[in-house]
């Protein structure tokens, strides 16, 4: 099917008195309305002919049309179709375009009646239909008039394209043709004797019906640009307290930055997040719990009106206590895994917006993400921690097998290779070698039964016989096995009380935390000087005191000294043996007998002072266990 020329174009070349001007939606939107509004407050049954170029522009007006179908039976609606628009019942004649025809990109709107005729005539200018542009900005091209000449010059070729589309239209058309004094044809106007005059349009009803939609459709427009600045600015507080929170490598700074800037955009709101599993305020109860588990956001206006709330009184009282007059919770939601939940609370009636919800939930995601960030950037240090302590241990048991192996082997081989070559050594000569031999051999076992205890007792595989014990008869014990020895020690003096409770604890495990105390007691305090054993009952416990006169700590190794590996001079510039094992040992032992460890100096120089607790036996809670008579001896 061919089409005739825009219609526009047709009415402008043959009436060249007719000036086209450029018109905005919302300025065409108003005078269509006001035109309309024309038909429907009248008492006339006028002609009435629109074009909406497309299906989906009439469907916005479809009621308006229902009504004017009321007031007469002569309403055509012409549209390009975007469903089954020209087979839809309607209560007028609805025309569907072809794409290809003019009438496609152009709004048409005429109306004659007996007293007045309007004609409003418009092209797309700008922009395509399709193109993606604000609604309200778009232009057209074209006219409007209540000229009765140009209106029925303009019904008169819009009825030809009705029936051009729609041949059983013809005999309504043809009526409405000999009712309004149209003629066939489309160029030539047929004047009778009483011609169309506007003579009988109320100028000012329509003057103020356009004014009022003019109006309108600014206010619309203010609307719609504050909606769009506020939306803007939304945006960029969004985008700023993301690359805050972005920038918190721990989850309690993201926490506590986020409940800063909300705070700071909701004025005289108080703003708490509680991280999960910990108990939420509110997000914890029964009546919103349900709710934020399943990520859905809980916003109450008043809580005196909230039915919900008044069916549990005590959650009234806490809110009336806490002055929470309304208030908003959002759970804080990562891969369907709730986090934390955000409270913000406000102490009068308070109509939370779409907007602040909206608002509230964006930054949620963004804290979800937050959270995981800093959570594995945390979880990212700590493995380095512990990276870099393997690696530190590795090296500190390379250094120590290098520096503790090799004598005593040595020794040991010397030893041997002289017995095996000299057999007329004198029988005192080879004692001194089997003697040398047999200690050394000694000292690698205990160096290799430190590793082994000490890595049993990390992995929780040593057994414990759990009984009462005398701390005294250990003491006595651990002393004696000290001043065996062939080397001279210094002086050890021991303060026990008689009336001293009995512990609670496993006996061979006792004696090995005494003897690696009292070793290193001994090992480092010169024969001058002098180490005290100092027992006393402090509440529930037995408290072991070893006091030394040695070389003393720095404060700020106080703890380092309880670490693995961890020794006070140099792996090659020490002047005493040891693995560096010892005091974690120890610390291991004694955290396993419930009680505590823990170090006390003045300085270098100043001496040493060693605290062990165990905790005061308990008759009641015996339990008698297996022995680890395997792993101490």
């Not at 140009?150 to 058309?173: I, K």
């Not at 934020?292 to 005196?304: E, N």
């Not at 097998?401 to 005593?408: A, W, Y």
């Not at 496993?506 to 105390?517: F, I, N, P, R, S």
């Amino acid at each position: 099917m061919t089409h005739p020329t825009s219609l526009l174009q047709h009415l402008l070349e043959a009436i060249p008195d007719l000036k086209a001007q450029v018109y905005f939606k919302t300025t065409l939107t108003a005078l269509s309305h006001a035109i309309e509004d024309l038909v429907l407050m009248g008492d006339d049954r006028p002609l009435v002919i629109a074009n909406f170029q497309q299906e989906r522009f009439y469907r916005q007006e479809t009621r308006r049309y229902q009504r004017i179908a009321e007031k007469t039976d002569q309403v055509y609606v012409l549209a390009m179709p975007e469903t089954d628009f020209a087979s839809t019942p309607a209560p007028y004649a609805t025309i569907g375009l072809d794409g290809s025809d003019p009438l496609a990109q152009e709004w048409h709107l005429v109306v004659i009646a007996a007293s007045y005729s309007a004609c409003l005539v418009c092209r797309e200018h700008s922009t395509a239909v399709n193109a993606a542009a604000l609604d309200s900005g778009r232009q057209f091209q074209g006219f409007w008039t209540f000229d009765p000449i140009v209106s029925r010059q303009a019904a008169q070729e819009l009825l030809g394209r009705v029936v051009r589309y729609r041949p059983d239209l013809s005999d309504r058309v043809e009526t409405a043709r000999r009712e309004y004094q149209l003629v066939d044809g489309g160029d030539q106007v047929l004047v009778e004797t009483q011609p169309l005059q506007p003579s009988g349009l109320d100028i000012r009803r329509f003057s103020d019906r356009l004014v009022t939609y003019l109006q309108a459709s600014q206010y619309q427009q203010v609307r719609s640009y504050r909606r769009a600045v506020a939306k803007t600015e939304q945006a960029q507080l969004i985008n700023a307290i993301t690359a805050k929170i972005r920038r918190s490598l721990k989850p309690e700074d993201v926490l506590a930055l986020t409940v800063c800037e909300i705070e700071r955009v909701f004025l005289r709101c108080r703003c708490q997040m509680t991280r999960l599993p910990l108990p939420s305020p509110l997000g914890s109860h029964p009546l919103f719990q349900p709710l934020l588990s399943q990520g859905k956001v809980v916003a109450i206006a008043d809580v005196t009106q909230d039915s919900g709330i008044q069916a549990y009184p005590a959650l009234q009282t806490q809110m009336q206590m806490d002055q929470i007059q309304s208030c908003v919770l959002v759970p804080i939601v990562y891969q369907q895994d709730c986090l934390a939940v955000l409270e913000l609370y406000h102490a009068s009636p308070r109509l939370w917006s779409e907007g602040d919800r909206d608002f509230l939930v964006s930054i949620a995601t963004q804290v979800g993400w937050g959270l995981k960030q800093a959570e594995a950037h945390v979880k990212l240090a700590r493995l380095n921690d512990q990276l870099s302590t393997i690696e530190q241990t590795q090296n500190n048991l390379i250094a120590i097998v290098g520096h503790e192996l090799p004598t005593p082997l040595s020794t040991i081989q010397v030893c041997l290779e002289s017995l095996a070559t000299e057999p007329n050594m004198p029988q005192d000569c080879q004692q001194v070698m089997l003697d040398i031999a047999l200690a050394d051999s000694e000292r690698l076992r205990r160096l290799v039964q430190d590793f082994l205890l000490l890595s049993q007792l990390e992995s929780g595989s040593v057994s414990w016989q759990m009984e009462p014990i005398a701390v005294s008869d250990l003491i006595s014990l651990t002393v004696c096995n000290l001043k065996s020895g062939s080397k001279a020690n210094p002086k050890i003096l021991v303060d026990v009380p008689e009336a001293l409770p009995m512990v609670q604890g496993d006996g061979e495990a006792v004696v090995q935390v005494l003897t690696k105390l009292l070793g290193n007691a001994v090992k480092f305090t010169p024969q001058t000087g002098t180490v005290q054993v100092i027992v006393r009952e402090i509440e529930g416990y037995v408290e072991i005191r070893i006091v030394d006169s040695g070389c003393g700590i720095e404060s700020s190794r106080l703890e380092s000294i309880f670490d693995r590996f961890y020794q006070e001079e140099g792996f090659l510039q020490r002047s005493v043996g040891g693995t560096g094992l010892g005091l974690a040992i120890c610390r291991q032992l004694v955290r396993r007998l419930e009680g505590k460890l823990w170090a006390t100096s003045g300085g270098k120089g100043q001496g040493s002072q060693f605290y062990v607790t165990i905790p005061v036996e308990d008759m009641e809670s015996l339990a008698p266990l297996e022995g680890m008579e395997e792993l101490i001896g």
